[in-house]
């Protein structure tokens, strides 16, 4: 099978439930979280499928740097459905959806180099998926910082539109963020963690700097935690380490990746 078919099913299904829940809260009204979710597991499951006839081939699993970014949203995606099950972090999806529907269609169709697949011992695999897993929680946390921000910034003005009328309360949106962070916090541990047991060398040249970056994001997430526990961080102060580390995050990943796989070769 090709993965086009999913690929565009899926990018189709993101789309059509970011345009259904825009559309209702511009109304000032709820979407059916039902028949939201049901668009969201239903692209996600089409999304899955494209994924893994993209990522499984001969030489092992095709992780460019688009392919890497699709895995990572459908990741993010999964997540906050199964969190909305749970909490009322449904307003994410507005952002999140286009997103994936991005990251799907320039999987399908940016051109990439031959690359060397990834050597699929269990140790790397647990690695993999670890750190897919922590960045889409802390992706996932750092939306929800934005929508607080938007949301205190509505507040203080008092002006607040229908997307933040929408919203759970102040307080409830904090304690949303400082769970994702912790969530993404420990999986970024056992990230590093599996990478130091499971690789040959965390510190090899074409490692180094997204190592030192990710344990700069994980030093900045800790004490982001420390200072909510201790001196009881929040509003602002915790939106800004929030970014910050997820920027040191991103550029470990995606910075290095898009600098081997494109910069190096140019």
């Known amino acids: 099978m090709h993965p086009l078919l999913p ?13 259904y829940q825009g559309m209702r809260l511009a109304r000032h009204s709820l979407p059916d979280k039902r028949l939201l979710l049901l668009l969201g597991i239903l692209a996600l499951i089409a999304h899955g499928i494209s ?25 993010v995606i999964a997540l906050t459905l199964l969190a909305s099950f749970y909490m009322p972090v449904e307003n994410l999806l507005l952002l999140l959806l286009p997103l994936s529907a991005l990251t799907v ?43 607080l921000l938007l949301q205190d910034y509505q507040l203080k003005h008092k002006h607040p539109s229908g997307l933040a009328r929408n919203f759970p309360p102040l307080q409830t949106m904090e304690s949303l963020l400082f769970g994702f962070l912790w969530a993404g916090w420990g999986l970024l541990s056992l990230s590093l963690l599996s990478g130091w047991l499971f690789l040959d060398d965390l510190f090899a040249q074409h490692l ?21 526990h201790r001196l ?32 190096v070769h140019v």
């Open 7 to 19: 690929s565009l099913a899926a990018a189709g299904l993101y789309a059509s439930a970011t345009l």
């Open 51 to 75: 994924l893994a006839l993209q990522l499984l081939g001969p030489n092992g699993l095709t992780l460019h740097f688009f392919n890497a970014s699709s895995l990572i949203a459908a990741a």
């Open 105 to 147: 269609l320039l999987a399908q169709f940016m051109p990439v180099g031959t690359l060397k697949g990834v050597d699929e011992e269990p140790g790397i695999l647990a690695h993999i998926l670890l750190s897919v897993l922590a960045y889409g929680m802390l992706t996932i946390a750092m939306f929800q910082s934005l929508l």
């Open 208 to 228: 180094v700097h997204k190592t030192l970056l990710a344990c700069l994001a994980w030093l900045v997430f800790s004490a982001l935690l420390i200072g909510r």
């Open 232 to 263: 009881g961080w929040r509003g602002h102060t915790a939106i800004r380490w929030t970014l910050s580390g997820f920027c040191l995050l991103m550029l470990a990943y995606f910075g290095s990746k898009l600098v081997r796989e494109f910069i």
